[in-house]
């Protein structure tokens, strides 16, 4: 539509726009003959005053891609212009995309009459997409895609008038229905329509199916519903079909199965049911992907696919098909297989062989996943076979037997394995060692006998080793020293013996647990263990140590979990686990401990757990502090203890002075004294009482997000916790993306209970969050709390969804395909985060009550909204501070034990200091180094006294700045603004401040 411009119109421009209304074909017609009569002059200014209606409209141009739109020059040569020269300087493309523009678009763009190419994608536009847009009749490719665009699309895109090939909206907050075709003069044009990631509702067209060159229909991840019309079978140009994570319901036509040109079919996350087509491999011969998890599909899988060549990625999981998984011969280039929690398998000898067996021809392939299946049988010798890029490999629980093939060590790259919940046995293969790439292995729940070979010392890269609950003898071969990158150990229920090597108390690196209960190791608890100071739990229950508990274990200040139990060991409990701040648990019991029970227990804030039974403790029993609660505390089997609280039922102790008797006068004194204060007390209860009620916090106003978010909620909300859901995986718990009945997208943070302090973890970051407001922290919505579909425990918060990830994801993105726009930060955007993650520190630090530090800040827990605005994020270790000392170190208030992240914590945290803000100053003057270097703290250059600190340090003293440090993204921008580089070394050497203990009060990040 033509819109009113300043200066001289003429009336056939009057009538163009009033025909522009009801018929946009004629509009075509007029302007294609407006433009052949001469009209070029006035047409030209159009344009131009065009461009200057929509520069009105930006609100925000922070790359100053606009500084050039003025009558300096010709519009012909501003930013992102270009213009035809057949038609007298009309403009044809408009190219603004990733500027960081915010405001709206303009209707006037609908006078660009001879506009052809429309880019406004990876912007911060708002509002509607004016229809305006609709009467562009030569418009051909339109992208605002990675917008924050709101309304519905117009109905007349679609028009008669319209020549558009390319439309792509995705990632943006569009509603409404999908337009509908005013008839089938598109049906030659539109190839691409892609509108993912939006919150469209209703179902597709079947008018849908007139679109015969239509290439890619992507409406992924919206709430559209209903069935999915059988007229899409008619566009048989279609190459890709992405309908995953909506509502549709019934099955998947029939007639799509026969478009012999798709390659890529996506139903994920629904609620399809019925059964796939039996030819489906013969009918589509060039697919290949096949993504249809997370639904409700019965039946056998289709031996045909075995037919589809160009099978990359196959994702068959949670669905109820029956009957074996057919042979994948023909599929010689996939790379992804999933089929864990399908109902496959009849436990017959052969079920899972024949699977391995038939993939040895696919070499590319990298992911196998086939755990939680009825297969039964061997293990498959051929798994020796399979590609050497196999990075991750699950066989858990598919109830196979016999043991692991020598041959395992092929599999030279794998990352992770895992075959737990079986019926393996036999031994470890020694040359499994020869996995140096492995991070993650798990055998656990097994048979497995033997001893545990020496070349697991060769596995260096391990993360996570889990041999737990099988039959292992003999010891803990020494080597495991090497294992340097170790975060969890478990070897617990098995038949090891012998002394625990000082090699295992050497591995620094073990922060979640050791676990080597339910064994029968002898021996001393070597002093080494001080070494283990980021260690979170320590179970070394039911196993035959003797000695002393030694005094070096106060050193472990990370401890939430202690137990000994079970045990030979004698003496006192050492003063020294009085460090020991963050305890939840400690079991000494059934020991032949002695002496009195310490004092300091009553100051474990956080203790839920203390079991000294069965020991030879005497004396009197602390009662103040958390031994208050007689509940925390078992003291059974101790006979000569005596006092503390009236529950524990404990005899009074005698003490060897006599008492005195008191005189009339003294007994009335002290009556009246106690009347007075039992008086002034209650008194003071009523009135703090008032004053708590009066001054009651609102609950937190979710907007459009229930406030009531059961378990089966959340169970749907994220396709049943599905892995095409998660996006974050923490110490205690994972992030999930959940869409909910409303349409509302929110993370959904699911805490593993089964991890020791997963429980304190989801009360700290409550008890951080539920009081404290700001727009550069994470707004947590609310709350769910209660039991999953088997019964056990489930808590999980809700929180603002955050649509650009996490600031990881954006200083180190994985390699993105040729499809994908590659993710950068520009100087202004980091700069921007950097002054958000300030702000949100200055809050917490100084202006929110009670002062709060975080504890972990590191570029994971920044997340970034649409505008790229970053929030702190992660509370679970956050301490709240006394406010007497929260300048300096301040008592810390937690329930979890220290942790924090190596590289990221200061060092002070490693010797024992409390947490304080100071600490967090030192994360931040880290996180900055980071943002504008591109490097993390534990790059593998840095070593040998080399830190990212003393490398920036050096390079900036020997004038190295472009060259050595800067990010390599923001060299250009560098060179063309070189009064950048000014800001850039006040940045870092504001970061380097912060590096040193003594000049971290100096360094502001108040704003």
């Known amino acids: 539509m033509h819109m009113g411009l300043s200066g ?69 040569q501003w930013y992102g212009v270009s213009c035809s020269k057949r038609h007298a300087g009309r403009v044809t493309v408009l190219d603004l995309r990733s500027q960081k523009l915010a405001g709206s678009i303009s209707p006037y763009i609908g006078n660009l009459s001879f506009l052809k190419r429309l880019y406004l994608h990876n912007n911060s536009f708002s509002k509607g997409i004016p229809p305006e847009i609709g009467s562009l009749c030569r418009l051909e490719w339109l992208y605002l895609y990675n917008n924050s665009l709101t309304g519905e ?22 509603v409404g229905e999908l337009p509908r075709l005013l008839n089938g003069s598109m049906s030659s044009r539109l190839g691409i329509f892609i509108a993912h990631i939006n919150n469209l509702t209703g179902g597709i067209p079947p008018s849908y199916g007139n679109l015969s060159s239509l290439r890619i229909l992507s409406l992924g991840e919206n709430r559209l519903s209903g069935r999915v019309p059988d007229t899409l079978g008619q566009m048989k140009s279609l190459m890709e079909l992405q309908l995953n994570l909506n509502n549709f319901s019934g099955e998947i036509p029939a007639s799509i199965f026969n478009i012999s040109s798709l390659g890529s079919v996506a139903f994920a996350g629904n609620q399809i049911h019925g059964s796939l087509p039996t030819n489906l491999g013969i009918s589509l011969p060039n697919l290949f992907d096949l993504a249809v998890f997370s639904n409700q599909l019965t039946g056998s899988v289709p031996a045909s696919l075995s037919n589809a060549s160009n099978m990359v990625i196959l994702q068959l999981q ?104 079986n019926h393996l046995s036999g031994t470890i293969p020694s040359d499994i060692g020869g996995l140096q790439a492995l991070e993650s292995l798990d055998l656990s729940h097994n048979s497995i006998s033997g001893s545990a070979p020496l070349s697991i010392g060769n596995l260096t890269r391990l993360i996570y080793l889990s041999l737990a609950a ?39 690196s073990l922060a979640r647990a050791l676990n080597l209960s339910h064994n029968r190791f002898s021996g001393a608890l070597s002093a080494e263990v001080e070494n283990l100071k980021n260690l979170g739990a320590l179970d070394l229950s039911h196993n035959m140590l003797s000695g002393t508990i030694p005094s070096s274990l106060g050193s472990c200040i990370r401890l939430e979990l202690v137990n000994l139990q079970g045990n030979l060991l004698q003496g006192v409990i050492p003063s020294s686990l009085s460090s020991l701040r963050g305890m939840e648990r400690f079991d000494v019991s059934t020991n032949n401990l002695s002496g009195k029970i310490p004092e300091f227990f009553q100051d474990m804030k956080y203790l839920e757990l203390l079991n000294l039974s069965y020991n030879n403790f005497k004396g009197e029993v602390p009662q103040g502090g958390v031994l208050k609660n007689g509940s925390i505390i078992s003291i059974k089997g101790n006979g000569r203890l005596c006092g503390g609280i009236a529950g524990l039922q404990l005899p009074p102790c005698r003490f060897s002075y006599p008492k005195k008797k008191l005189s009339l006068k003294w007994k009335i004194i002290i009556s009246v004294i106690s009347v007075l204060l039992f008086l002034t007390f209650m008194g003071s209860c009523l009135f703090i009482f ?64 089964q991890r020791r302090g997963g429980s304190k973890s989801f009360m700290a970051e409550c008890q951080a969050l539920k009081n404290i407001r700001h727009r550069n922290l994470v707004r ?89 605005i970053g929030h702190v994020a992660d509370f679970g270790l956050a ?74 340090k050096n390079a900036l003293s020997q004038h190295q700045l472009l060259t050595e440090v800067v990010d390599s993204t923001l060299l250009n921008e560098l060179l063309i603004d070189q009064t950048l580089e000014g800001t850039l070394i006040s940045i870092l050497d504001t970061a380097i401040a912060c590096r040193t203990s003594h000049k971290r009060d100096q360094v502001s990040i108040r704003f």
């Open 318 to 421: 949670y669905n109820n098909f029956t009957g074996s998984m057919p042979s994948m011969a023909g599929c010689r280039n996939l790379r992804v297989f999933l089929i864990e929690r399908a109902f496959l398998g009849r436990r017959a000898i052969d079920d899972l062989s024949s699977i391995i067996s038939s993939l040895t021809n696919s070499t590319s392939l990298e992911v196998l996943m086939v755990g939680d299946n009825n297969f039964g049988g061997s293990f498959p010798e051929s798994i020796a076979n399979l590609s050497t890029s196999m990075k991750y490999l699950n066989m858990s629980g598919t109830r196979i037997s016999g043991s692991i093939p020598h041959g395992i060590h092929n599999l030279v790259n794998l990352q992770m394995f895992e075959a737990t919940h």
């Open 780 to 868: 947590i919505i609310t709350v769910c709390s209660g039991a999953d579909h088997q019964g056990n425990d489930f808590k999980a918060l809700i929180y603002e969804f955050m649509s650009n990830g996490s600031l990881e994801d954006w200083l180190h993105p994985v390699e993105s395909t040729a499809d994908e726009t590659p993710r950068c930060l520009h100087f202004h955007q980091r700069l921007n985060i950097a002054i958000d993650i300030a702000c949100a520190l200055d809050y917490l630090h100084h202006e929110c009550g009670t002062p709060i530090v975080h504890c972990d800040l590191k570029p994971n827990n920044i997340l970034l909204d649409e505008e790229k």
């Open 153 to 174: 699309i117009p109905s007349n895109l679609l028009s008669p008038c319209s020549a558009l090939s390319m439309f792509q909206v995705a990632n943006n907050k569009l």
């Open 470 to 508: 099988n039959l292992l003898q003999e010891g803990i071969p020494v080597s495991i020293g090497n294992c340097q990158n170790l975060i969890a150990l478990d070897l617990s229920d098995n038949n090891l013996s012998g002394a625990i090597p000082q090699q295992v108390m050497g591995i620094a």
């Open 8 to 76: 001289t119109r003429s009336s056939a421009f009057g009538v163009v726009a009033a025909a522009a209304l009801l018929l946009p074909l004629q509009l075509c017609l007029l302007t294609a003959a407006a433009a052949a009569s001469g009209a070029g002059v006035l047409s030209n200014e159009t344009d131009r005053m065009a461009l200057l209606e929509f520069k009105a409209m930006i609100s925000s141009d922070p790359l100053r891609a606009l500084s050039s739109w003025n009558d300096s020059a010709h519009f012909c």
């Open 690 to 753: 008032w004053i708590k009620k009066r001054g009651k916090p609102d609950t937190v106003s979710a907007g459009d997000v229930e406030m009531q978010l059961s378990y089966q909620k959340l169970f749907r909300a994220t396709y049943g916790f599905s892995t095409s859901a998660l996006i974050g995986l923490g110490s205690f718990g994972s992030v999930y993306k959940g869409v909910l009945e409303n349409g509302s997208i929110v993370a959904v943070k699911v805490f593993n209970l």
């Open 879 to 952: 301490r709240f501070l006394s406010v007497n000392n929260h300048s300096t170190r301040g008592e810390i208030s937690s329930s979890i034990g220290i942790k924090g992240t190596v590289g990221y914590a200061p060092p002070e945290y490693g010797m024992g200091n409390e947490v304080s803000a100071q600490g967090d100053v030192y994360s931040y003057g880290i996180l900055l180094l980071e943002l504008f270097t591109g490097r993390r703290p534990t790059d593998e250059i840095f070593g040998d006294g080399l830190s990212l600190q003393t490398f920036v």
